[in-house]
Structures are given as C-alpha cells and as structure tokens.
C-alpha cells in the first residue's frame, strides 16, 4: 500500500473523503447533506482526472490507475442521473461505492505518468473503455442495489423486493447496451490494431462471459415474466461477479496474461 | 410483461436457459485456457460445426417459440449475431479453404510481406507457401518515433511506427499512405499491417497481409447488434415495461 504525497494523491483521498462523508450522512437520513458531499465528491475526482490528463498528455484511461479514477468520477453522475431520470433511488451504498473505486487509485496502483504505447494510440480509445465503465457502473449497482436497500430499512417486505426488482431491471436494460458496444467497439479496435476482431483473449472471454451473464438474466426475467424476483436478483448478483472478474481479476491475475495487459 | 402460458413455451424457456448457462460455462474454460489453445481449436472442422450449432439453435429458438421474439429490436439484434457468426467463420481458416475451392486457389487469407526501403513487392509468405498478390506495395520510407525521455539520458519510449507506403497496379501508383499502428491500409481485398521491422539497419519492414474476407458480414452484424440492444433495451424495456413516468 503506497500513500501518495502529490497532488494527484490529494485530489483523489479528497474525493474519498467527501464520498465517504455522503455514505456517512446518508445512513443518518440526511438526505441533502449527502448528495452536496457526493456532489463535492465528483468535483474532486474530476479534478484528479483533470490533474492526470495534463500530466500525462493522454486521456486518462490508459491502465487501471486511471481506468479507477474515471470511474470514480462518472459513479456520481449516473446514479444522480439515474435517479432524476428514471427514479432509480440513489443509495447510502452508491457513495460507498464511489470511495471503494477511488481506494485502488489511492493506494493501490502506481501514479507515475506513463507514456501510451502505440497501440493504445486510437480514436476508439475512449469509446471503448468509456462504454465499458458506463455499463460496469450501472450493471454494478443492479447487483448490489437490493443489499443497499436491505440494510437501509427494516421490515423489507415482498412488495418492496418486487419493486426493487423492476428498479434493477431498469438499471440491467440502461447498461446493457453500453457493453454491448463496448465489445462491439473492442472488436473493430482489434481489427484495425492486430488483424483480428476476436483474438480469444482471456480479457475478451470474460467480457464475453459477463454479456452471456446479462443475456440470461433477460432471457430469464422476460421467459418468467417477473414473478420470480428473487432468482431474477440472483442473476444480477452473478452478473455483478463477472464484471468485477473482468475488470480486475483479468487483469491482475497472471492466469489470465494476455494482449489486454496494460495495467 | 408477458408471462409464458403455453408448455412449449416452457420446454424452450428451460432449454434456452440451459443453453446460455452452457455457452456461459465454455466461454470461461475457455478464458482459462488461453487464446492459443482456443483458437487452435477454431481451426479445424469445429470452426464451422459449433457456430453451426450455435446459429441452428438460436434461430430455431426463434421460429418455433414466439416468446423468444421479444419484439423487432430482438429480431433485429439475432440478425445481427447470426451474420457476426458467419462472418468471423467465414475469415476463419475454414472459411478459406472454402474459398480456395471455388477460385482456383489463389485466395491469400493471410501472411506476411517484406519490404524493402525504396522496393516493390507483391510476394507474400503464407502457411500455403509464397502466393503474389495482383499489385505491388512499396515501401518509401520508414521511421520509428519516441517519447522524449522522462530523465535526460533515459529511455525513450516508441511513440509510432510509421511507413511511408505506396501502392502500385501495373507500375503506377494507385494509393499512397502513411501506415501506423491502429491505421492499417486497405487495398484491393487486404488490410495491411506493420509486423515487424529491421531494427539494425533499418531496410525493410515485415508488413501483415490478411484478406477482409467476411468483414463486410461482421460490421453489418455488429450494427444490427449494437441497433437491437438500443429498441430492446432502451426503448422498449426502458420505455414500455417500467420505464419514464410509467409508475412502477
């Protein structure tokens, strides 16, 4: 675990902070404090994001230490934009959330400003990941939105289950369509960068795993016709499992070594 | 929301979610694996019998149970998986052998070129044996970019490879560009990348030829996917089933 002394490092504990503070109040029912804290929150991990592209002179996206202060920036907006939109409710974990995805950053991954490798030199760079980070973001908070609201309240009835459940599938079927272009994108990138749109890369093979995943939660939610929200629910859970075998374990693991080894 | 009534119906739900719980499950073995593995498996008489399978069952799926249909957007995506399908085996290794069959054997799938600085050249190495393409490539110059280093004395970092190429039919030139990486050219059915070059002397480059063969079908795919996602999920799951303003 490293502490960075830099104001990179200052601009991303910062975002902890105020994340961690509206996760705080938030509990206590304070409703507005907590989306002024989420608010204060972004505006720091904007900063660190802002910091990181002049710094470096790239967008920041290039390996999992700027893959995880993006997202810390963009957690905030969808789920504040989910719940005016489509009153997804934004929940005590959404900031939780926000903090966990800044701790990487923080403390985990190397900062020093990396020069992009040819490869990565593309304009479909920020479409590609920017997609997949969408889709993670919203997919991620259908997994674990029916535990937020769980510890949120007591006497979680049926009913409430059943609503929760239509909340997730708005959430699934917002950010569902972001990995599939995401993969659709991954492969024209990989076309133009190795000669082969599909290269059976582990990276790849999970992506593609994780949209299964996503299809059989449809297949099942639309064959069912909702009145199963629990095994609906557990779909989403696995669902979530995936995505976080995606973006990290495929990466960090050196089972999974392969042509997505940026980090 | 529909909720299925007839027991066919039923038998396709259960053989359906099996199906994806399958291809979930192979799709991880495979990730375990490794590409090369993987991939060596693509090569043979599977490349067109699994994705045979897969198209077979999906688009049965759909003919026979009505639930499957879920509206044009998802009528329009499983067109657009079915070409992606046939689109990548028909790039594949059997793919080509087919084409071979059918055009005398001068079809180039993929290999490799070199080319030296100020040369033409059409021969291309490929697992076949060395095959011509119908032009000539020309390489005119080629130049390596770094990164200023980081500490005066330090590494430099590749910025860009980039090769100044030329394409010529019959002696005159026919195309002119600048190849990068993730800029390949395209020309008269190939794509050309840049594989390697001579990194002592600086002579030649190594370029990669591959044929765009099922291309075309894969792009066409990948747009009715993209397209069927947005009406099934966007518009009508969003929309329709429990989305703006519906109360739920």
């Not at chain 1, 990181?52 to 790239?58: I, K, M, P």
């Not at chain 1, 009145?227 to 995606?246: A, D, K, M």
């Not at chain 2, 910025?159 to 100044?164: F, G, N, Q, T």
């Amino acid at each position: 675990m490293v502490i960075k002394y830099s104001v990179q490092g200052f601009l991303i504990y910062l975002a902890m902070v105020f994340y961690l503070l509206g996760f705080l109040v938030s509990m206590l029912k304070f409703r507005r404090f907590a989306i002024l804290a989420g608010t204060a929150g972004f505006v720091a991990a904007f900063g660190s994001a802002v910091y990181r592209w002049t710094d470096a002179g790239h967008v920041p996206l290039g390996n999992l230490f700027e893959v995880f202060i993006f997202l810390g920036m963009v957690v905030w907006p969808i789920y504040f934009l989910c719940e005016r939109v489509f009153g997804i409710k934004i929940l005590a974990g959404d900031y939780l959330v926000g903090a966990m995805i800044l701790f990487p950053a923080g403390f985990v991954f190397s900062g020093e400003p990396l020069h992009l490798p040819p490869v990565l030199q593309s304009w479909l760079f920020i479409p590609h990941v920017g997609m997949y980070m969408g889709g993670y973001v919203l997919l991620a908070k259908a997994g674990y939105y029916v535990f937020g609201r769980f510890f949120e309240f007591q006497g979680y009835t049926k009913s409430d289950l059943a609503n929760d459940e239509r909340a997730c599938y708005k959430l699934a079927c917002l950010g569902f369509p972001f990995l599939s272009f995401g993969l659709v994108l991954g492969s024209i990138w990989a076309r133009d960068a190795w000669g082969r749109c599909w290269g059976w890369d582990p990276k790849e093979m999970w992506s593609l795993a994780t949209w299964l995943v996503y299809m059989g939660y449809f297949h099942f939610r639309y064959g069912t016709g909702g009145r199963f929200p629990g095994w609906n629910y557990v779909w989403l859970v696995f669902g979530f499992v995936f995505v976080l075998i995606t973006l990290l374990w495929a990466n960090l693991s050196s089972l999974f070594a392969g042509l997505h080894s940026y980090a | 929301m529909r909720v299925m009534k007839k027991a066919d119906s039923k038998i396709g739900f259960y053989f359906f979610q099996g199906f994806i719980l399958l291809l979930i499950c192979l799709v991880v073995r495979g990730a375990f694996l490794g590409s090369e593995r993987v991939s060596g498996f693509f090569d043979g008489i599977s490349a067109v019998f699994f994705p045979a399978i897969l198209v077979l069952v999906i688009g049965g799926g759909f003919i026979f149970y009505r639930y499957l249909r879920m509206g044009p957007g998802g009528v329009v995506g499983l067109v657009g998986g079915v070409l992606i399908v046939c689109g990548f085996v028909w790039g594949l290794p059997v793919g080509h052998k087919f084409r071979q069959r059918h055009s005398g054997g001068h079809e180039i799938m993929e290999g490799r070129m070199v080319v030296y600085e100020g040369a033409a050249e059409s021969r291309v190495q490929t697992s076949e044996g060395r095959m011509c393409l119908p032009f000539e490539v020309r390489l005119n110059d080629f130049r390596v970019e770094y990164y200023e280093p980081d500490l005066p004395g330090g590494e430099r970092k590749v910025k860009d490879y980039l090769s100044d190429i030329e394409i010529l039919q019959d002696g005159e030139s026919v195309l002119r560009r600048m190849l990068e990486v993730n800029k390949p050219i395209h020309f008269g059915g190939f794509h050309f990348y840049q594989d390697g070059y001579d990194a002592s002397a600086g002579e030649y480059v190594v370029l990669k030829v591959v044929s765009d063969a099922g291309l075309g079908g894969m792009y066409l795919g990948f747009l009715l996917l993209c397209a069927g996602a947005v009406w099934c999920f966007w518009f009508s799951g969003l929309l329709k089933e429990g989305g703006i303003g519906n109360g739920n």
